[in-house]
């Protein structure tokens, strides 16, 4: 064993993602000693890259999996493809019970899902941070657009996104890169949209991808390979961007392989004292100190920390008692949509592989002239238009031999679709707990998931499915091919929910500055946080709380309150 000022630091912060990353950027910057926990491996900056640069053709199976990979490991083989499994978890090697559906997708590395995310940037408006107090559902978000507008500058600002403004009150312009441009079909699009509809309007994604170099990264290449992780620093990532910058401070220490079990409690002082943590290879369990704790390992990991982290003084675990930890559990839901042709536009085509299409903002609920009855809060669509490929045409055509072959190089029609992610209302019954019998291949409870959809969300979807032919047919669109169907919770990838913000501590696990009620040096600034879903994309909002946490984390040291 080294000295004790091996394991002691200013500030721990657990997980190494989106959220875990810009907490080790803010943390170190304001000159913290910070150790970093990342349960996974190491990865990298380009040199763990390995399958970036590489063809289809370069994989066995040309990219896909084979049945047997698909019934190991279903989660895994449904979000990656061949090129991009290193960056998604082994179902099979870690296991969780759904009680009801879920899917829970996991990236365990350094970077986490940071590697592999879809990159849409979007702030919430006030729509979204009243929607609570305004129905009565659930409980009051503490803070209000006005609290959190600075900070999402500050992370655009750092992150680089590309966007247009619109200045449309129910999604916030932010500070933006050029956006990356309609094609001519999403154009066509876009612009039937706004001339036909009074409160609706189509816009460039709003997206993590660098339109031109920014803060020493990118530009994005418009390969489209993502997932791949990116050589040229094209996109946000952690490994990209934050972790670098906490790094060049010299006050972080990074260590991945560590499983943390539980955050340790301190009761003569009420205070966390720092976190136990197992060794992912041999085991070997160690104990690691500091005056304050983030919380990032995601929504559900991070619930499972709480609950595991029991005490006298927190025999439910730690900060809940409230009895809230676990529950509330959200995510948007996605299952609906519908691809549709166009006749036209023959002699256009476009150039490079373009990483974002469209985006379609709330239009439900957001007035008097657009109120429902059969359903609250609302629903935003997102969309890609090109023209069919060979994959395309070769399922649609008749034939074979030199003249089928042809046809197969000559691009098809235009081809465009069109998706919807709904709100899901925060439910108590939708949650996570650990299984006293089950245990993980590290000894640890296995987390048990349980998750439903409610008549809130099956109207939504219903309405989406009738917007969405509807908005194809306006803008004369042909052979539309819609779908509609609930896929399980999880599928977004938008896990939010587990420990909420609130103004009562009887209510909620979290304060205005993302912090314990009842333990004042813990930090929980991942989507556990989430009060309600919203309709967007949630990560640049985790960003910007994290960021705006850390400013008063510090804050509160020097003031001795920590």
């Known amino acids: 064993m080294g000295s004790p000022n091996q394991y002691t630091f200013d500030a ?79 179902d099979s090697q870690h296991p969780y019970v759904q009680e009801k559906p879920f899917t829970w997708v996991r990236g365990y590395q350094v970077g986490g899902r940071s590697l592999t995310w879809g990159r849409q940037c979007y ?20 803070i209000r657009y006005k609290d959190i507008a600075p900070w999402y500058g500050y992370v655009e600002n750092y ?17 933006f890169l050029p956006p ?86 301190d009761a003569g002082r009420d205070r966390a004292s720092g976190v136990r943590v197992m060794n992912a290879h041999t085991k070997a369990v160690t104990e690691y100190y500091a005056r304050i704790i983030f919380l990032n390992a995601s929504t559900i990991a991070t619930a499972a920390i709480l609950l595991n982290s029991v005490s006298p003084r927190h025999p439910n675990g730690l900060g809940n008692s409230s009895g809230q930890v676990g529950h509330n559990l959200m995510d948007h839901f996605t299952g609906t949509g519908a691809e549709a042709d166009f006749e036209g536009m023959q002699d256009q085509y476009y150039f490079g592989r373009k990483p974002i299409g469209i985006y379609v903002p709330r ?49 098809g029609p235009w081809i465009m679709w069109l998706g919807g992610w709904g709100e899901t209302l925060p439910y108590f019954d939708n949650r996570i707990a650990l299984d006293k019998e089950l245990k993980d291949p590290w000894g640890l409870p296995q987390v048990k998931i349980s998750f439903e959809y409610h008549d809130n969300e099956r109207a939504m979807s219903k309405d989406i499915l009738d917007v969405i032919t509807e908005m194809f047919t306006v803008a004369g669109f042909t052979n539309i091919r819609a779908y509609s169907y609930l896929q399980p919770g999880g599928t977004a990838v938008h896990e939010m929910g587990t420990a909420r913000m609130g103004h009562d501590p009887s209510t909620s696990v979290l304060n205005a500055f993302n912090q314990l009620h009842d333990v004042k040096n813990v930090f929980i600034t991942d989507g556990s946080c989430m009060t309600s879903s919203g309709t967007a994309n949630p990560s640049l909002t985790y960003m910007a709380l994290t960021a705006r946490a850390c400013d008063y984390a510090v804050k509160e040291m020097k003031k001795g309150n920590l």
């Not at 053709?57 to 490991?73: C, G, Q, V």
């Not at 001339?195 to 709003?206: E, L, Q």
């Not at 920014?214 to 489209?224: A, E, F, I, K, L």
Request: proline share 6%; hydrophobic share 35%.
């Open 180 to 265: 990356m441009e309609m094609n001519c079909i999403e154009d066509h699009f876009s612009r039937t949209i706004r001339s036909h509809y009074t409160d609706r309007i189509v816009t460039p994604g709003r997206v993590a991808n660098l339109s031109k170099g920014w803060n020493g990264r990118g530009p994005c290449q418009y390969r489209n390979l993502c997932s791949r992780g990116c050589p040229f620093s094209g996109y946000f990532s952690s490994n990209a961007a934050t972790l670098p910058s906490a790094a060049a401070t010299g006050n972080l220490t990074l260590l991945p392989d560590s499983i943390v079990i539980e955050v340790l409690y």
């Open 159 to 175: 992150v680089g996104v590309s966007g247009q403004k619109e200045g449309y009150e129910f999604l916030p312009d932010g500070n």
């Open 123 to 142: 702030r919430l408006s006030d729509l979204d941070f009243e929607a609570n107090s305004r129905e009565g559902t659930a409980v009051d978000w503490p």
């Open 363 to 411: 239009f439900r609920n957001v007035s008097p002239a657009t109120a429902r009855t059969d359903y609250r809060r609302g629903f935003g669509l997102q969309g890609k238009g090109a023209r069919a490929e060979w994959k395309e045409m070769g399922a649609r055509l008749p034939g074979f031999g030199q003249q089928f072959k042809d046809q197969l190089l000559r691009p």
């Open 12 to 90: 721990i912060v657990v997980g190494s993602g989106i959220s875990g990353g810009w907490a080790a950027k803010e943390l170190c910057e304001k000159g913290l000693k910070t150790l970093v926990l990342e349960r996974g491996r190491n990865v990298e900056h380009i040199k763990d890259y390995p399958t970036a640069p590489l063809n289809p053709w370069d994989f066995e199976y040309r990219l896909n999996h084979t049945e047997k990979e698909k019934a190991a490991d279903p989660i895994r083989t449904a979000y990656g493809d061949a090129a991009s499994d290193l960056f998604f978890v082994r």
